[in-house]
């Protein structure tokens, strides 16, 4: 016998046709049809992931539009706000003639600083470089505040400039501002633990995670191992996606939360709301969520707090929060506004207005005699507006 | 044709039809399952049938046939991307493997190695005993082309088994 003969006689002889086989043949059973769940498995779940990849749930651009209608360009801003902000940290302790700012380097800040990881802004810092900027902006507003320091500060001519003095300001600044917030914010953080999730959001990661896994499990038990490939590939890609964000950051901040928490706050203080809130955009700086939230008639408030275990904490962080007014009203409110802030601190005021030449464009009347923030609309052919202060017999407050 | 018939036919040619599917799939299951296709398609195709044909030659050039389509589908491509792979995360171990193969079976599977058109040739010829002119029939092509690819078939796998220091023996 030749070898080749031998050889295939030896491999196949004895290897029958099974008594099942031959009993389908003779019943004419024909054999399994092709199995397509895989490749529909496998075509789903790659709709589920390019769905993640395209989907931004984060209204990113939304949040740019609010930055840029603020600011236009923050790098320009900042350097405008230091060298028109500066020159106050030159005068003598106690001789601050107005030690209130219009907030602007608060809002600067939030566009500065990350926003669920990502940096919203068109600022052409690094990140290490805005928050560096960032704590110098917060350091020189507490400073103005306090006006317990004198610093001689030159004028910057770009950003970079400002980066580079960064550090010696804040230096000289940090040891004489009293930021006793800061470290109640620092002790809460220990207790963060952001649980609140949106139903909805918690039954999409359930429902993707267990096709994902189901579709994972099915594909490599048929052996489909390019398609489980493919599939993991793309799987790990639109988990780069801010959907999953909050399911990789607990601490990260829940739209839905943020809007209802502001609106339950307006309510409390029989604040009129209008419309369904939105949410403008939020911002962590220094681990406290901060909203901005925008309802139908004009209003905006800009909240800050913290959480404890998925619930609102309003003590504790007052000293930015909404929930420290009594009434707003918006006195005009026409289409095509821009943002203004009023910021008043004193121990004398109790009503604050945003006025310009004409005519008074909104007020607010202050529950508590504490640092505030509120947040208007104002129309946008207003090219200056001032701010001011009544006590609580109505007269002006110098 | 009736039940009686199909039923010799399945029991004389069925084990034959399905080592002739596995020398093309080499892996039984799917020879089994190309079998089983093989005689419902023969059985369905009846009509089709000349019944001047040999019988055999038919049902074999059918089982050819699916054999065929199945090489060329995406599914068998798949399986092979799947060995490679599994080839190279074990691939030491293939090696030793290989190493204490016996002669026999390393020649087995330089035949399995060989390309469809000189393998299925070569196992025609040598393992079903068919003439030349009986696998020109079967394949639609000439009895010469037939003779060179056996030709061609038999150098290529001496030059494998010299290369794995292994003589073949056969003319």
């Known amino acids: 016998m030749d070898p080749i003969k031998k050889v295939l006689t030896d491999e196949l002889e004895g290897k029958k046709l099974s008594q099942e086989a031959k009993q389908k043949i003779l019943t004419m059973k024909p054999r399994k049809k092709r199995n397509f769940i895989p490749q529909i498995a496998a075509i789903c779940i790659c709709a589920v992931a390019l769905f993640l990849f395209l989907t931004n749930t984060e209204k990113k651009a939304p949040q740019m539009e609010a930055a840029n209608a603020m600011f236009g360009p923050v790098d320009e801003a900042i350097v405008d706000y230091f060298n028109k902000e500066s020159p106050k940290l030159q005068m003598e302790p106690g001789k601050q003639e107005d030690p209130f700012h219009n907030g602007d380097a608060y809002l600067m800040r939030l566009a500065l600083e990350q926003n669920s990881g990502q940096f919203y802004s068109d600022s052409s810092l690094t990140k290490s470089e805005r928050y560096i900027v960032s704590e110098l902006l917060h350091y020189i507003q507490e400073a103005i505040w306090h006006n317990n320091t004198r610093v001689e500060v030159n004028p910057v001519q770009s950003i970079d400039q400002l980066v580079e003095q960064a550090p010696a300001l804040i230096s000289q600044l940090k040891p004489n501002v009293e930021m006793p917030y800061m470290k109640t914010v620092d002790e809460k953080q220990q207790q963060w633990n952001y649980t609140s999730f949106d139903k909805k959001r918690w039954i999409s990661y359930v429902v993707v995670l267990a096709l994902l896994l189901a579709a994972i499990i099915y594909l490599i038990k048929y052996k489909h191992f390019i398609i489980v490939a493919f599939v993991i590939f793309l799987a790990l890609v639109s988990f780069s996606q801010p959907f999953w964000q909050p399911f990789k950051d607990v601490s990260a901040y829940d739209e839905k939360t943020l809007i209802e928490v502001v609106e339950h706050e307006l309510k409390k203080m029989n604040i009129r709301v209008v419309g369904q809130p939105e949410l403008q955009y939020a911002a962590s700086i220094h681990k406290v969520r901060t909203a901005l939230v925008s309802f139908e008639d004009g209003m905006t408030v800009l909240a800050e707090f913290d959480y404890n275990n998925g619930r609102y904490i309003n003590h504790g962080m007052t000293w930015h929060s909404g929930n420290i007014f009594s009434n707003i009203s918006i006195v005009q409110n026409e289409q095509n506004t821009i943002n203004v802030m009023a910021f008043k601190a004193g121990h004398h005021v109790a009503k604050v207005r945003i006025e310009n030449e004409q005519n008074y464009l909104a007020e607010a009347t202050l529950k508590e005699q504490k640092p505030t923030i509120i947040y208007f609309k104002t129309p946008k052919g207003l090219s200056s507006y001032s701010r001011v202060y009544f006590d609580a017999n109505g007269e002006r407050v110098q | ?171």
């Not at chain 2, 399945?10 to 399952?33: F, N, P």
């Not at chain 2, 049902?59 to 060995?83: D, F, G, H, M, P």
């Not at chain 2, 082309?145 to 038999?154: E, F």
């Open chain 2, 1 to 171: 044709m009736n039940l009686r018939t199909f039923e010799e036919i399945v029991h004389s040619h069925g084990d034959y039809i399905l080592r002739l599917c596995y020398t093309y799939t080499k892996d039984w299951q799917m020879a089994e399952d190309l079998t089983q296709e093989t005689f419902i398609r023969f059985y369905t195709a009846q009509e089709k049938f000349r019944q001047e044909a040999d019988v055999k030659t038919y049902l074999y050039r059918i089982a050819v046939n699916r054999c065929k389509t199945y090489l060329a589908s995406w599914r068998y491509k798949q399986t092979q991307l799947i060995e490679i792979g599994q080839k190279l995360i074990s691939k030491d171990n293939v090696a030793l493997q290989i190493e204490r193969k016996d002669e026999a079976k390393q020649l087995y599977e330089k035949i399995e190695g060989l390309p469809v058109k000189y393998r299925e040739v070569l196992v025609f010829y040598h393992y079903f005993d068919w003439t030349t002119a009986q696998i020109a029939e079967l394949l639609s092509c000439s009895e010469n082309t037939v003779k060179t690819r056996l030709r061609r078939g038999r150098q290529q796998l001496s030059q494998l088994l010299e290369k794995g220091g292994i003589t073949d023996g056969s003319d």
